[in-house]
């Protein structure tokens, strides 16, 4: 099965190297999907969520304030202002994460509706893993 190379990276480091299924991303003009095989793309992103099926199966939720992404036919580059990974080893690290991410995405985003339902979705994506 073809793969994509996914790396998220902020200023202060990277949040996510790998090998994923698909990704979708939250574009400026909405939310779009990434398959191998993309035609090449570099936009921008919006506040929102990163989700993805890593090379195991599970899929994965990484929250970013704003940013910008180059899609290839191989890879998906994401420069974010900020990022936080929703994933950890047990229950607690996974509610650390949500409150950083939550704090992150309210601190850019002033449209109160548009940060409800992206908390919503986080919120949703960490209880259904």
């Known amino acids: 099965m073809e793969m994509l190379q996914l790396d998220i990276i902020t200023p202060e480091g990277g949040i ?3 090998k ?17 095989g993309h035609t090449d793309v570099l936009t921008l992103l919006q506040t929102g969520v990163i989700e993805f099926e890593s090379e195991n199966g599970i899929r994965e939720l990484v929250a970013v304030d704003a940013g910008y992404v180059k899609v290839s036919n191989t890879k998906v ?5 900020g990022a936080v990974a929703l994933m950890g080893d047990n229950d607690s690290a996974i509610v650390a994460a949500l409150d950083n991410a939550k704090k992150l995405l309210e ?23």
Request: aromatic fraction near 6%; glycine fraction near 12%; hydrophobic fraction near 45%.
């Open 77 to 81: 580059d994401v420069l974010a202002n």
């Open 20 to 36: 994923v299924k698909n990704v979708v991303l939250p574009g400026v003009e909405g939310e779009f999907g990434v398959l191998p």
């Open 16 to 18: 996510f190297s790998g």
């Open 107 to 129: 601190k850019a985003k002033s449209d109160s509706f548009v940060m409800g339902a992206v908390i919503s979705r986080l919120e949703t994506g960490v209880k259904n893993k």
